[in-house]
């Protein structure tokens, strides 16, 4: 039933941003001097995705960043190193099923190698066995790029509630990425799957920590630029263009 009410919450986002649409477009993009390239306009529903960042930057504030920070005290680095290593292990899967449907056969076999590598010698992924003799971890297939490869525009950025900063397409991919190609999202009885999910969640956030310092002025654009820069290198398989802005103003956090 869960799984069902977060579809249906996915759905209802996808129908606020429908709503939207309509003045979206209107703004979507501008006009240069005669003769120039038309440059599209990323943010058209800058208004909603702001008001959506400050309610998940206050979300993270008053409850996971804290709860984040606990687990780095407690829990000593190894432990650590093998929570990491073991929900990459699973990350895999998802890897394994975009690579096939990109068409990355090598990558497949690579990755292939890797879950089964560390899923028994590694004892569960706990231990990534696969580095050691050259199956090396790469930076990780997804849905949205699967999209991306099949031609499917990646259309204007927005941010989720709770999920956070995405654009229509990842979120459309959202579904097969968190549920159909998510091992987790499979695990009986329930109780043990909402552990997983909030450990992962947890861990994820507790490995944020020493970098957030690194965001300085409007935090939201900074995060927005950041986001779109790193979609931009995994779609391109690490080929980037040197268009990450320097400056994101000194304005108010959001």
Known sequence: MFKHCRLIFLL??????????SNGRQEASSEFE?????????????????????FNYRLDRWILKPVAKGYDFVAPDFVQAGIGNFFSNIGEVGNIAN??????????GNDTGRLLTNSTIGIFGLFDVASKIGL??????????TFAK?????????????FGPSTVRETFALPFD?????PVSYVDPETTRYALTGTRLVHTRAELLEVEDLASGDLYLFMREAYLQRRNYLERDGVIEEDFEDEFG?????
């Open 150 to 162: 099949w031609g499917i525009k990646r259309g204007p950025y927005v941010v989720l509630p709770i």
């Open 136 to 145: 090396e971890e790469n930076e990780g297939e997804d849905t949205g790029q």
């Open 34 to 54: 005669e003769g120039e390239q038309q440059e599209v306009n990323v943010d058209p529903w800058e208004g909603f995705n702001r008001a959506m960042f400050a």
């Open 178 to 182: 968190s549920y159909l190609f998510d």
């Open 250 to 254: 000194e304005g108010e956090d959001w």
């Open 12 to 21: 209802l986002v996808l129908t606020v941003l429908g709503a939207c649409a």
């Open 99 to 108: 690579d096939i449907l990109q068409w990355k056969w090598k990558q497949a």
